[in-house]
Nanobody, 115 residues
Framework: QVQLVESGGGLVQAGGSLRLSCRAS????????IGWYRQAPGKSRELVAG???????NYLDSVKGRFTISNDNAKNTVYLQMNSLKPEDTAVYYC?????????RGQGTQVTVSS
């Protein structure tokens, strides 16, 4: 099993920054199988940032240039640095480990951006 624990959410004004952390434990193959997702009320879940099979990163178009995903293998942690936050970034953010049929997600952390 894989356990994922997010932290770092909160309330921030538009234009501000937050850094989310996702600490992984248990039996996982690689941090590169962890991506960040978000879901706002009344909206479908969307992939915000993740890693490609080649180790590159990919981003939702609306966050490109503002968000950065990274990982620290020594700490078993995946980060999402979010800059220039906008009210439309308000959502529950959660990390998800997906590899083949293996699929785990954390409990989520609320990010609220005020205008």
């Amino acid at each position: 099993q894989v356990q994922l624990v997010e932290s770092g959410g909160g309330l921030v004004q538009a234009g501000g920054s937050l850094r989310l952390s996702c600490r992984a434990s248990g039996s996982f193959f690689s941090l590169n199988y962890i991506g960040w997702y978000r879901q706002a009320p009344g909206k479908s879940r969307e992939l915000v940032a993740g890693f490609t099979s080649g180790g590159d990163t990919n981003y939702l178009d609306s966050v490109k240039g503002r968000f950065t995903i990274s990982n620290d293998n020594a700490k078993n942690t995946v980060y999402l640095q979010m800059n220039s936050l906008k009210p439309e970034d308000t959502a529950v953010y959660y990390c998800r480990y997906k590899r083949g049929w293996t699929d785990y997600r954390g409990q989520g952390t609320q990010v609220t951006v005020s205008s």
